[in-house]
């Protein structure tokens, strides 16, 4: 079973940048894609970047792309979330999970998640 920590967020203002991180334990994550969501205030939990277990293919949601680059070290058995250029709409709790497959972006497919780290961008 694998166990997916989540930390690096905080209060930054716009335009400013943020990298999370996605630390597995447990069991290596490095066979697997690994996805970023998000959870914005008083709304429902939406995919935002996923990379696959090579970290040769990514895929990112229309309103991140071009600012946020997810990358992964599998020796250090993490995933990041590099985010720029951030806006005030990109403040949510942002969680990472194993999906099943790389293509997989429907945050109903996932049975748990993990704390997530809040990530707040003031104007």
């Known amino acids: 079973q694998v166990h997916l920590v989540e930390s690096g967020g905080g209060l930054v203002q716009a335009g400013g940048s943020l990298r999370l991180s996605c630390a597995a334990s447990?069991?290596?994550?490095?066979?697997?894609?690994i996805a970023w969501f998000r959870q914005p205030p008083g709304k429902g939990r939406e995919f935002v970047a996923s990379?696959?277990?090579?970290?040769?293919?990514?895929s990112y949601a229309d309103s991140v792309k071009d600012r946020f680059l997810i990358s992964r070290e599998n020796g250090k058995n993490t995933v990041y979330l590099q985010m720029n250029s951030l806006k005030p709409e990109d403040t949510a709790v942002y969680y990472c999970?194993?999906?099943?497959?790389?293509?997989?972006?429907?945050?109903?497919?996932?049975?748990?998640w993990g704390q997530g780290t809040q990530v707040t961008v003031s104007s």
């Open positions: 990379i696959d277990w090579s970290g040769g293919r990514t």
């Open positions: 999970n194993r999906p099943r497959t790389f293509t997989e972006t429907r945050a109903t497919s996932f049975d748990s």
């Open positions: 447990g069991r290596t994550v490095s066979g697997y894609a």
